[in-house]
């Protein structure tokens, strides 16, 4: 496939920055975010919003980063190294949001933000206070240039249970009348077993995206490497479905290049890149 042109060494990179969680693992999170962002040629800046205790079995406990520190992370990249994109994971909380959504409109960011709306690990282990949702639909996605759900993050956030095309679309427009400019529904292995759709939509036109699905149970931190390698490549100036139909044959490649680490899910890997 082609990827984003690399710069020149000794030349500054397009920065993109991760509003994110730590994985102690090193699997998802912030993470997976600087692995994509690096091998797509990009400078990863990082504003972590809280700190996961994990390991490939699952999330234990997690300690939430101070609001001023957080919103401290984004000015201090913001306002000296400047962005090109940006994109959100987990957020933990409420506040956290709220901090975020302020600082974006206080330093009057207007570059593309990618909002992945990360509530909950892939063993269920929460990674959203459940009164924050709220936030998420009020304060981040009216900024959002994107917002990308999974299936069961659209169960959570308009109550649709994803079944079929048409359950798809109706996801896309109650996602879409919250305020972001787009809606990717990522449909996972909906229409058959053999292939992974996903649904992007921006008030008028429907896009459907199609890959072939990987099989494998190293899938950790899937969701974020698409929303990163998105970002890179809106960060590149592409127009928002070039830059899904991105990110969507990048996480192809990472979930084919996945491996097995401790006892639980393996992660995806952007550094076949290396090979
Ligand atoms: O993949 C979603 C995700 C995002 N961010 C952090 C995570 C996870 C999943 O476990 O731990 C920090």
């Known amino acids: 496939?082609?990827?984003?042109?690399?710069?020149?060494?000794?030349?500054?990179?397009?920065?993109?920055?991760?509003?994110?969680?730590?994985?102690?693992?090193?699997?998802?999170?912030?993470?997976?975010?600087?692995?994509?962002?690096?091998?797509?040629?990009?400078?990863?800046?990082?504003?972590?919003?809280?700190?996961?205790?994990?390991?490939?079995?699952?999330?234990?406990?997690?300690h939430e980063i101070p609001d001023d520190i957080v919103a401290g992370q984004i000015d201090a990249v913001v306002t000296d190294i400047g962005i090109q994109a940006a994109k959100t994971g987990m957020m933990a909380s409420a506040t956290i949001i709220t901090t975020v959504?302020?600082?974006?409109?206080?330093?009057?960011?207007?570059?593309?933000?990618?909002?992945?709306?990360?509530?909950?690990?892939?063993?269920?282990?929460?990674?959203?206070?459940?009164?924050?949702l709220d936030s998420l639909r009020a304060e981040l996605f009216p900024l959002a240039t994107l917002v990308t759900p999974n299936?069961?993050?659209?169960r959570l956030l308009v109550d649709i249970d994803v079944v079929d095309g048409e359950s798809q679309r109706a996801a896309a427009k109650a996602l879409h009348a919250m305020g972001p400019r787009w809606v990717l529904v990522k449909g996972g292995h909906l229409r058959s077993s053999d292939r992974s759709s996903d649904l992007l939509y921006d008030g008028a036109d429907f896009h459907e995206f199609d890959a072939p699905r990987v099989p494998t149970t190293n899938d950790h931190g899937g969701g974020d490497t698409l929303a990163a390698a998105?970002?890179?490549?809106?960060?590149?100036?592409?127009?928002?479905?070039?830059?899904?139909?991105?990110?969507?044959?990048w996480v192809t490649e990472c979930l084919r290049a996945a491996y097995p680490l401790g006892g639980g899910h393996g992660p995806v890997s952007a550094l076949f890149r290396l090979a």
């Open 1 to 62: 496939m082609n990827y984003l042109p690399l710069p020149p060494p000794g030349t500054t990179p397009l920065r993109v920055l991760t509003i994110a969680g730590s994985d102690s693992g090193g699997g998802a999170g912030i993470q997976a975010d600087m692995r994509t962002i690096a091998m797509l040629g990009g400078h990863a800046c990082v504003a972590v919003t809280a700190v996961t205790v994990q390991n490939s079995l699952g999330v234990r406990t997690f």
């Open 101 to 132: 959504a302020q600082t974006w409109r206080r330093l009057g960011v207007t570059v593309p933000l990618v909002v992945d709306p990360v509530c909950a690990s892939m063993h269920g282990d929460p990674l959203l206070a459940q009164d924050a």
């Open 151 to 154: 299936l069961d993050e659209v």
């Open 230 to 249: 998105v970002a890179c490549a809106l960060a590149h100036g592409f127009s928002v479905p070039e830059a899904v139909s991105f990110g969507k044959r």
